[in-house]
């Protein structure tokens, strides 16, 4: 029979999981016996069922003044009653039973084109009812199936279904004209079924709509979410400086633009003087305001293109983009000094304000070291050596004094 549509669109509105959903909160209030029967009915089903049964009621007034015109005989009453008040129901059970709905409803379908097609035929192609007959399937098909693959399935099943009973002799002769009765009702028919139609489409617009713009929300969140995610990942959650995850993504690629700009790039290591001293006399949280509050003090000292991280424990690492060493040993310098030289009130009123110093190690490439491992490791001799000679104090790398970087 052909591919099974996949991007079919409801008349009655509903995706299949919507549908579902749906009809269970339906099933539950009645209280259904058998839940399962009405669940079961794919949304496409569903959708055939509601235009074939309207259009089927429909159809069944102008055809009936029609055969009042003519004096049918009593089989050919009983039937459209089988076609137009039956037939829909049956279609709808024996599709709801199948194991695949939809390869099923197709068939049904092009039953639908060839009976109207018959039905013409057997009439003699009365003009008003010919039309109203292929309009409706028409447009029962084009929802189906979309417009290229629509018509000329639906041409072709009302074509056939025409010929058999055209051929076959089973016909009254070829009379274009209907009653004013037909004539009136077919109108009113393609009408009412052309409102009910868009009314749905309408309807179904609006709930696209509405699901539209329920999804562009969640994908701000979702984006909101993943951008705060990001952020998380390259920060250190005490201080809310970069982490030394950051630092290693971002040293190579810095320090390949300070190479290809000719430019230079300093590195400063900065530790904290005695701060186990700290945690043990004052307390971890009190060791942990005076990293806060060494690391506020950092971001207040940079310029936008650096960048501060923490190194580890009470260890944070300054990166200086295009600066010469002495101008980086000269901030170093400034900044241990602002911080040594304002006590902190971090604890108890009656507890004396703390007075916390500061080491640095200052390193700069490409005068120390071209690599960024390398760099980090002069920054560290650096520091080491500002620790052994006292501490509280800046120490800038020196190629005889300390063990060679690279
Ligand atoms: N409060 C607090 N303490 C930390 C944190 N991370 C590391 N530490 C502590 O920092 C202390 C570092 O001690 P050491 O490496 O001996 O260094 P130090 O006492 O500063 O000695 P010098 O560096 O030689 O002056 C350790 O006691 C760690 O437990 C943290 O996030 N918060």
Redesign the pocket.
Known sequence: MGEIPRTATSAQGGTAPEFTARTSRRVARKGSKHPTDRARAHWLVRMNYSNRFLVCALLGLPLSAHLLDIGAPSWLWGLLIAQFYIYPHLLYWRARLARDQLRAEMPHLMMDCAASGAWAAALGFPTWLSFVLFACNNINFVAFYGGRTGVPRLVGAMGLGAAVVWFSGLHYPLNPDTGVAATVLSMVALTLYLVAFGHTGHQRALAWRKSNLKLREQYKKINALQARLREQAVRDP?TGLYNRRHLGEVLEPELARCRAARSSLAVVLI???????I?DTRG??V??LV?QSLAQLMQRHVRAQDMVFRYG??EFLLLLPDISLETAAQRAEALRTAFGQTPMRVSAKEAPPLTVTL?CGVAAFPLHAEQGEALISCADQALYAA?RQG?NRTQVWQPGAHAVCG
């Open positions: 005490l530790d904290v003087d005695h701060f186990k001293c945690n971890h949280a060791g942990d990293l424990g009470e080491s620790k501490r």
